[in-house]
């Protein structure tokens, strides 16, 4: 057997990047709110951080050792929550960055949640079912000490789908001994995941594009709408809001946009993609660049791909209305000033987005009664939370005079800060 030692700890200055404009956010909140220095000082920093390296057998017999992170942000209002993104450039700072904009987020829907964010640095689309299954349940393993159903509860984000979660739930419950289904979230439906978690992420950004509609005093019907990134955010976004009413003029995944004035049929762009591995190609639409893309004119543009999309090269000549953030952190923070300063509505991820996060609570109160509950009873719980959201968000920012991002993080960071002080800094 040949061993290969990769695992070093993986940082990039993207990662960097993105954890200081996470941490920007946080700043901005403090100073507005007046926030007792001690509570800034506690919410800038992860509670925990396990780094593990993760040896995996590969088919060829060879072994190869990955970097697996779970940082734990924050859990004053409830245990931690947040995703497992399995991609190449994961790296600590970025996985810090997702961990505490997790907990903003469950705070901005109000859920008994903090914030928690893993990843593996690994490229899944060169690996083999059987590499990520054992890839899965051994980084499982290595985390068993520190999540939990009443700890911290893992789901599905980049490149993790329901079956990494069904391996999940296993390893951790065969280490139990009994099976513990509410340790993660975000299974398939047979081994007692939720009706409607697999579209509840695009579910949110739907409702979240309908209610700033509804705001803007714009017809959904008809409203043009560009989509990037056509995976599990932005294809059941895309296939939402078509069904509304509104129409997808132009989408893209990470080898081009296509562009159709007419719309396009998300279904049938899904089954195009289930068979070519892309959007591009589809019948009828015309090929265009991802930087194309994103300068459309258009209602609503929609990223829903992955972080700082959305730059100061490109945001001047952003030619969308209103932006909703599928993605977590698509625009960066020099990008989002010259979006303000142009009056272009953004619709921050921690409340655009939320939607995944809240049927991923609505599966583990299910998991722990018991219970399986009807699509319509969880579709309904899930528009009646994130339309209390977003119009305490829109509450916050008219309070506050600010853009939406910062009257979400106003919402969070005060809900949060209000927690830890009622708990107090023990001993
Ligand atoms: P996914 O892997 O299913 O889809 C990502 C898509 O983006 C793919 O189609 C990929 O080809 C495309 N892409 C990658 N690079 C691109 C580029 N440079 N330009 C255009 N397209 C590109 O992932 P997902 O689960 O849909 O997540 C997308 C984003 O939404 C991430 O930021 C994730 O953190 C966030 N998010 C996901 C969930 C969830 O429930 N899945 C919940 C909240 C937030």
């Known amino acids: 057997m040949i061993l290969h030692i990769i695992a070093e700890p993986t940082m990039n200055d993207s990662g960097t990047a993105f954890l200081n404009h996470v941490l920007r956010q946080l700043d901005t909140a403090a100073e507005i709110l007046n926030l007792d220095p001690a509570i800034h000082e506690v919410l800038k920093k992860p509670k925990r951080i396990l780094m593990v390296s993760v040896p995996v057998k590969m088919d060829d017999n060879t072994v190869r050792v990955f970097m697996g992170y779970r940082v734990q942000h924050n859990n004053a209002r409830g245990p931690y929550k947040g995703g497992i993104r399995y991609h190449p450039n994961v790296n600590m700072e970025e996985v810090i960055a997702l961990a505490m904009l997790m907990t903003w987020k469950c705070a901005v829907v109000d859920l008994p949640y903090g914030g928690a964010k893993g990843g593996v640095a690994c490229n899944p689309k060169e690996m083999s079912i059987h590499e990520l299954e054992r890839l899965t349940r051994r980084y499982t393993s290595m985390m068993f000490e520190v999540v939990g159903p009443l700890v911290d509860i893992p789901a599905p984000d980049v490149y993790t789908d329901s079956q990494t979660m069904a391996w999940i739930m296993d390893t951790y419950s065969q280490l139990k001994g009994y099976q513990v289904p509410e340790c993660v979230t975000g299974k398939p439906l047979s081994l007692l995941g939720s ?185 309904a719980k899930l528009e009646q939370k994130i339309v209390t959201a977003f119009n305490d968000v829109v509450r916050y920012t008219k309070q506050y005079e600010s853009n939406m991002r910062t009257g979400a993080m106003l919402l969070a960071v005060s809900r949060v800060a209000e927690a830890v002080k009622l708990l107090g800094i023990w001993p």
């Open 195 to 379: 009706h409607g978690r697999a579209e509840a992420t695009s579910r949110g950004v739907a409702i979240a594009t309908r209610e700033l509609a509804k705001l803007l005093n714009k017809p959904l019907n008809g409203a043009r709408v560009v989509i990037q990134g056509f995976g599990n955010v932005g294809s059941y976004a895309a296939s939402i809001l078509h069904e509304w009413g509104a129409k997808i003029i132009a989408v893209s995944d990470s080898r081009g946009g296509i562009v159709d004035e007419k719309g396009l049929n998300p279904q049938a762009l899904m089954e195009h993609k289930k068979k070519t591995g892309t959007v591009v190609g589809f019948d009828g639409a015309k090929q265009i660049t991802n930087e194309e893309l994103l300068e459309l004119p258009c209602d609503f543009l929609i990223p829903a791909a992955l972080e700082n999309q959305i730059t100061p090269a490109n945001a001047d000549k952003i030619n969308a209305a209103a932006i909703v953030e599928g993605a977590n952190g698509p625009t960066t923070p020099e990008a989002d000033k010259i979006l303000t300063e142009r009056k272009i509505i953004v619709v921050p991820d921690i409340l655009a987005n939320a939607g995944g996060v809240t049927v991923s609570y609505l599966e583990w109160v299910q998991n722990l009664k018991r219970e399986q509950w009807s699509l319509e009873e969880v579709n």
